[in-house]
């Protein structure tokens, strides 16, 4: 059921703001995903801040993680061992308001007006809400929060209360350690859920507290990550605390007093963390334990709570004015397009040199692992938004080169196999079919390592990082596959993007992936690649095999796909996702796909297919992709626009658009479907504004919908900054120097040197485009006529024919 599209009283369209005007119980969980605050370093859930009020609160840093031994059923040599989840960090999200001997809660006291926002201009969360108390006062409460940036560690939050008449007020701010909590596991019935750790997980090191300021330092059981964290309380008033009570699970600090009608009453709570923390020298600290020491770091992190939201602010005033998308005409489509570019920059941001969880930091879904998903819907848009933030992810891939090296071994392959899920670099996926049998992940790596290559203009990339990524990649592929009998190169035992279908033969999207990935490692001058190396690199590439069905004229997701039995869709919407319904084999078995495979392949690598294999592929595989992945529909729209079916690209980029704003897969509790948002920017980006990359020049053909008026953005390319405005007649394009770039500091170099025009194709004509706009006019888009497939006769679900038996 949609949720904040079906009720626009209770949540009004608002083009910066995601708004809350009402308070409906039941749907806690998703609105703290939709309401979280993050800077991709740390993150807050949108929880309000009385225990009865939330359902699944929490804060996170990514990376931050615990251990443990997978333990199989049936061990095999090669199985991942190690297990790694995201952790609960302690959660200083939390206050008990207690007015005239009343708690107030959302659900059990009378509430007069309630409004929540989460201001995507400014990273602010704020919710007000007034209340009418049993002892006849009328009180209102305001609650903001932010996250720093420059100081990515920081939390500031702020309590205001006022009143129309004197009340007794008891508050009580909390640090709640819910890692250790007692919960129930949800994945036991659903793998997309983060499971829950056995024994206890973070260990107390330093518990101290006073005068309202609390230093407090954890460390996790089995893989020994600590965190020290610092929280500082001030009030308008000049009233002390009550007590500050200090405990491994719960800290407190606790104000008593009285405030009089018309007196507007604020508390601020300051709350720095530090992981690791760096080494202390005897001059330092000569007598602090390890403990004391990461409190101590924590404490010189603090940031008043002013200047935590004044950096949300300015941070976000920055991101917008390069990273904005504007939808002309379309004012609710807008509103979710910039909550989706918000949770981009969130997830994002501040990462540092990391990965980027599935979830960003806005929950503990898929366990905070690193997938392909990074690579694959996540760097394109920040290579074209945010360079430094696409080569730190890249640089944390690059760290991880020592592991992939050692598990390459484990599968008797050479170069590197990078894990297909990891938070510390070692794989995993318990369930190799549809984990290490992925090695697509490799490819995935290298095409976004010469997306930035290609897109920024970075000349250190490649010889520091670049070059080792590529080759030790293509060593893998080579040593992966084989010349067969046919003098083709073919790659065996994967499983590609669609988990429906695992472990097959010469899986298209695998092979042509495979197939870049030596492409682009032979082109490489570099002196660790030798010529006989080089030369059947370019020989794989040239002979790799790509199952193509000449019957029914479309290339085949792999060698025995066409042969499989087709699924039945009679099967009810109640068994979908099919993965929670049925048996991993009854699936495999089938004509069904998860998500979109071949399809995703042609968008990658779309210069090596033409339109007509590219329409006929999307006609034989979209109907029979289930949408069961979040990461399908923005891909099937975006080939839907390229091909010319209008409206049907419009319905799967609504879809994705919506996935989590109206929760349309049950499981927004678990934190934003990050890689989906990243492929909401590639949708408008490359879909509807046609833009393709890694080729001779930037191309466009542009597929503006007929009912929008306009689509305008920017891209970070070069050292410039493309302004692209699309009309529905023209395309008007504009380059100037990005102001963001290191070589564009005024200290650097008082006179800049004009950058050359950049050389840009739209729709085949190319054009030099500066500072003077470019505008090119554009003929309507050819309508495509359907493909027609031979006929298939469905044999799945019908009833089972049993022989006659003569009656006794």
Not at 242 to 259: I, M, Q, W
Not at 307 to 326: G, K, L, R
Not at 603 to 629: C, N, V
Not at 720 to 735: I, K, M, W
Request: aromatic share 10%; charged share 20%.
């Amino acid at each position: 059921m949609a949720l904040i599209s079906s009720d626009r009283l209770r949540f009004p369209c608002d083009p910066w703001k995601l708004v809350e005007n009402v308070h409906v119980p039941g749907d806690a969980g998703t609105l703290e995903t939709l309401f979280c605050i993050g800077n991709g370093h740390l993150g807050v859930r949108g929880a309000h801040p009385a225990k009865p009020d939330s359902e699944l609160p929490g804060t996170f840093i990514n990376g931050f993680h615990e251990i443990w031994d997978i333990k199989h059923a049936e061990n095999a040599f090669g199985f991942a061992r190690t297990g790694q989840r995201i952790v609960y960090v302690p959660d200083a999200n939390n206050f008990t308001v207690v007015i005239d001997g009343e708690q107030l809660s959302l659900d059990e006291s009378n509430v007069l007006d309630y409004r929540r926002t989460m201001d995507f201009a400014t990273g602010l969360y704020e919710c007000t809400v007034t209340w009418s108390c049993r002892s006849g006062a009328t009180v209102t409460t305001i609650e903001r929060r932010a996250v720093g940036f420059d100081s990515r560690g920081s939390l500031g939050i702020e309590l205001v209360l006022t009143a129309d008449r004197f009340v007794s007020v008891d508050i009580i701010s909390a640090v709640v350690n819910r890692q250790d909590q007692p919960v129930e596991d949800h994945s036991a019935h659903d793998p997309r859920r983060a499971g829950r750790h056995a024994g206890r997980v973070l260990l107390p090191l330093h518990m101290q507290g006073t005068d309202g300021s609390l230093r407090l330092a954890w460390e996790t059981a089995e893989s020994k990550q600590r965190i020290g964290m610092a929280v500082d309380h001030w009030i308008s008033t000049e009233h002390q605390p009550f007590e500050t009570l200090v405990a491994e699970d719960e800290s407190t600090v606790r104000y008593v007093l009285g405030v009089n009608d018309g007196e507007t009453f604020r508390l601020e709570k300051s709350v720095a963390y530090t992981v690791g923390g760096r080494a202390l020298d005897e001059a330092e600290a000569p007598y602090l334990t390890p403990g004391e020491a990461l409190a101590a770091q924590a404490e010189e992190a603090l940031v008043p709570v002013s200047a935590v939201m004044a950096e949300s602010a300015e941070h976000y005033a920055q991101y917008w004015s390069t990273a904005d998308i504007a939808i002309g005409g379309q004012p609710e489509l807008q509103q979710a397009v910039r909550w989706s570019m918000f949770q981009l920059a969130q997830a994002t941001a501040r990462a540092g040199v990391a990965g980027i969880p599935a979830k960003g930091v806005s929950g503990s879904g898929y366990e905070g692992h690193y997938f392909w998903d990074q690579e694959v819907y996540l760097l394109p848009y920040l290579t074209y938004t945010n360079p430094a933030g696409a080569r730190k992810v890249l640089e944390s891939r690059h760290a991880m080169l020592p592991d992939a090296r050692i598990r390459a071994k484990e599968l008797s392959v050479d170069g590197a196999l990078f894990p297909w899920r990891t938070i510390n670099g070692l794989e995993a996926s318990a369930y190799y079919a549809a984990g290490t049998a992925q090695f697509h992940i490799a490819a995935a790596i290298s095409f976004a390592a010469n997306r930035y290559r290609w897109a920024s203009g970075d000349s250190t990339f490649t010889p520091e990082i670049g070059a080792e990524l590529l080759i030790e990649t293509a060593r893998m592929w080579l040593s992966l596959g084989f010349f067969g009998k046919d003098g083709l190169f073919h790659i065996h035992g994967v499983t590609g993007p669609d988990e429906y279908t695992a472990v097959v033969n010469d899986n298209l999207y695998t092979n042509v992936m495979a197939r870049f990935n030596l492409r682009a490692a032979a082109a490489l001058e570099h002196e660790g690649i030798g010529d006989t190396e080089r030369h059947v690199w370019q020989h794989a590439a040239e002979r790799m095999a790509l199952p193509y069905d000449s019957h029914m004229q479309v290339y085949s997701q792999d060698n025995d796909f066409m042969t499989l039995e087709p699924w039945d869709w009679s099967t009810p919407r109640s068994k979908y996702p099919l993965l929670l319904h049925f048996h991993p084999l009854v699936i495999y078995r089938h004509q069904v796909l998860k998500q979109a495979d071949t399809v995703l392949a042609m968008f990658l690598q779309w210069q090596d297919f033409t339109a007509e294999e590219k329409q006929r592929a999307f006609d034989f595989y979209d109907p029979i992709t289930t949408g069961d992945s979040t990461l399908s529909p923005c891909v099937q729209g975006i080939i839907a626009a390229e091909v010319g079916y209008q409206d049907i690209a419009l319905k799967h980029f609504t879809e994705a658009l919506f996935i989590d704003l109206d929760n349309t897969h049950n499981n927004t509790i678990d934190g934003v479907h990050i890689a989906s948002a990243g492929g909401i920017w590639s949708s408008l980006v490359c879909g509807f504004a046609g833009m393709r990359d890694q080729g001779q020049v930037l191309h466009f053909d542009p597929r503006l919908p007929s009912e929008w008026e306009g689509l305008e953005f920017r891209l970070k390319i070069r050292g410039q900054l493309l302004d692209v405005r699309l009309a529905p007649e023209s395309l008007t394009l504009t380059a100037t120097r990005d102001g963001s770039a290191s070589d564009s500091s005024p200290s650097d170099s008082p006179t800049l040197e004009p950058l050359p025009p950049l050389e840009v194709s739209v729709r085949g004509q190319h054009f030099d485009v500066g500072e003077s706009p470019v505008t090119v006019p554009l003929a309507p888009a050819p309508l495509p006529t359907p493909s027609v497939f031979p006929s298939v006769i469905p044999t799945s679900g019908l009833p089972i024919v049993r022989p006659y038996q003569a009656p006794a």
